[in-house]
């Protein structure tokens, strides 16, 4: 039994209409779902991803209008992954992020691959690294700006920081069968560390944590990041994962059925919350191929209540 990568991770906005125009339009990615959070049905919850929304390539938003901005510091997803082909392609992504006036970095080496670090227009910390390592399963969207050579394939590593490793290592280790493939290192800082973690093989299946004693905690926001989901294969192997993290002494929210996957969530020792998510049934549940995103999509459970939940959100349609 083992976690077999990232299946997407969760972010906050304030602005669901400029963050729409951003992630299609600018970073090429594919709106696969517009549906609500569940647990708050006046929010929009957009995912973004590949051309069907693949596990692996999904990066979602909730849609917060009021929320204050993140202020970013300790016990938090500190910066999402995102891969691309090589290192040719991050030249195209250095050049083309300049053409939109997109906040960005110098390409770096960090942990042994080229990456570009940028922000968004509302300051979420992304990363997009080449990997050239494994073969990518993923297929780009097709109407996507962005020529299929350079697009984005799926997620790559998740920053994690934490102010002491101890206790978060022991579970991404001997709970959640992570295993460290680079040996730890100061490359922060002064008295700060990072320490790389795989569970599959790619940069899509990789936790870099980031050991920063002197920050104070993240106040989380819009351009925050909510929390990260690791990818299980099916609903068997879910089952047993619940077991397995209660017989830990977790914390868990048990099974939560989120119609497009199954999901259970617990928070690791420094406090940022986890996701195990199944890979299916996904986003062809209720949508076909070539219309994922158009319209609001609702699971079943919520769908009688549609006029009323329509009625409470700003209309928000895809750039033309």
């Not at 299946?7 to 779902?33: C, D, E, I, W």
């Amino acid at each position: 039994m083992r976690l077999t990568g990232i299946h997407h991770v969760s972010a906050l906005t304030a602005q669901a209409g400029a963050n729409l125009a951003f992630y299609t339009g600018v970073m090429g990615m594919r709106l696969v779902k517009k549906t609500v959070n569940q647990d708050d049905t006046s929010s929009y919850h957009l995912f973004y991803g590949d051309q069907t929304g693949s596990p692996g390539t999904e990066l979602t938003f909730f849609d917060i209008p009021q929320a204050a901005a993140n202020r970013p510091g300790n016990r938090s997803i500190s910066a999402i992954g995102l891969t691309v082909r090589d290192g040719a392609a991050l030249e195209y992504w250095q050049a083309r992020l300049a053409e939109w006036d997109v906040d960005q970095d110098p390409i770096v080496t960090v942990a042994g691959r080229s990456t570009l670090a940028l922000r968004d227009p509302e300051g979420q910390r992304l990363i997009l690294t080449a990997d050239d390592t494994v073969a990518h399963p993923h297929t780009p969207w097709q109407q996507s700006p962005v020529p299929a050579q350079t697009a984005i394939l799926g997620l790559g590593p998740i920053t994690l920081t934490v102010p002491d490793g101890k206790d978060t290592v022991a579970v991404l280790t001997e709970l959640m069968g992570f295993e460290e493939v680079l040996p730890l290192r100061s490359d922060l800082g002064q008295g700060d560390w990072r320490r790389v973690f795989s569970t599959g093989k790619g940069a899509g299946a990789e936790i870099h944590l980031e050991i920063r004693p002197q920050l104070p905690a993240e106040r989380l926001g819009r351009g925050g990041t909510h929390h990260v989901a690791f990818r299980v294969p099916d609903e068997e192997q879910h089952r047993a994962w619940l077991d397995l993290l209660e017989r830990a002494g977790l914390r868990t929210s048990g099974l939560v059925d989120r119609y497009y996957f199954r999901s259970i969530y617990f928070r690791e020792p420094s406090g940022i919350l986890f996701e195990l998510a199944t890979d299916g049934p996904g986003f062809l549940t209720d949508e076909d191929a070539e219309h994922l995103g158009e319209r609001l999509a609702l699971p079943p459970f919520l769908e009688p209540r549609r006029a009323e939940i329509e009625a409470g959100l700003s209309p928000l349609e895809l750039p033309r």
